[in-house]
């Protein structure tokens, strides 16, 4: 009785994390008894969010305007820049409500096994933007992995010549512990109390 | 920075049963990552589903045909039907493998605080199914809560006089327990060992 569309559908949700076969199946039913009420909204807002959104040119954030909304904002602090791994990160630390200048985001981080180097991340972008904005900090928000270390370390090597403050976040962050799924208290913590590298 | 389109999507999908603010928003950005890939195929999905599946007029099952591939199904025992109060009740029966027969989906409980009557519930049909077909037994597969209770008493009722058999699944049905939640294994076993009410 399950036949395609069912099918299809529950399998393509249950693939986004988070969700198993089992509760996508029952989501997939409670949309069921009213398609027209959740089952098209969602369908249409998919697809606006998917015509919507593209990443920002200047940080790498995901908005629906490029430069993003943070990139315009004029009360941000153009001279401070928070670099993060990814969007998860940048958003974490948004809802932290703690940093009030620019981010950068590196879209992943240095890993020997995993075969990302530095030319696989946007570090010239983020030279580049140091030197035209004449910034004056960088903050490191990246995982306390090994990944994030290197990563760090890779950067306050080439930083080093700019002559500009690097610091990270403070421990706090727990060892292996991805910076998205932090409760905000303790991100927001870390943030205040970032120490120079 | 989490502007309109993407805020609106993580509140649709965070009503899903099983899906939080969070693993919403993880949803959303994964998702971001590839629109094409991953976001407009879940969209036409969705539209697809809605557009495909209806409830069936014999059973009330839901299936993107009517009548359903159960009722069509010329294997399937007309003589036996199994009532459930929900299309995920009969989707998990038929996980389990164990009926060999047709259903019969009532749309709910009798419930006298939520002000739901016989008049609410796929009753009428019911009856009419069992007198046209000629049927043999009904297998009451309704949770074991006091709503179950009532509805399958007031269902023996109304069968007394057509002089057909009239099972429920045996204990094993956790107290107070939704039948689409159980595994497989307990489901299939409580369905073999029904009694006579």
Redesign the interface.
Known sequence: ??????E??IA??SR?????R???????????MD??GK????????????D??RPCEVCG????VSP???CRDPHRDRKLVCVVEG??D??AL?RAHTHHGTYHVLGGLLSALGGTGPEDLSITPLLRRIEDNGMEEVILALPATVDGATTAHYLTDRLKPTGIAVTRLAQGVPIGGAL??LDDGTLAAAFKARRPL
Chains 1, 2 share one sequence.
Do not use: F
Not at 39 to 50: C, E, F, K, S, T
Not at 61 to 64: G, R, S, V
């Open positions: 009785m399950q036949n395609d569309p069912i299809h559908l393509l949700l986004l994390p988070g969700l198993g089992r509760s996508a199946r029952r989501a997939v039913l409670k949309m069921l398609p027209a089952m098209l909204p969602l369908a249409d807002a998919l697809r606006a969010a998917a919507a959104v954030n995901l908005d629906t993003c909304l943070i969007v998860a940048l958003w948004e998205d799924v």
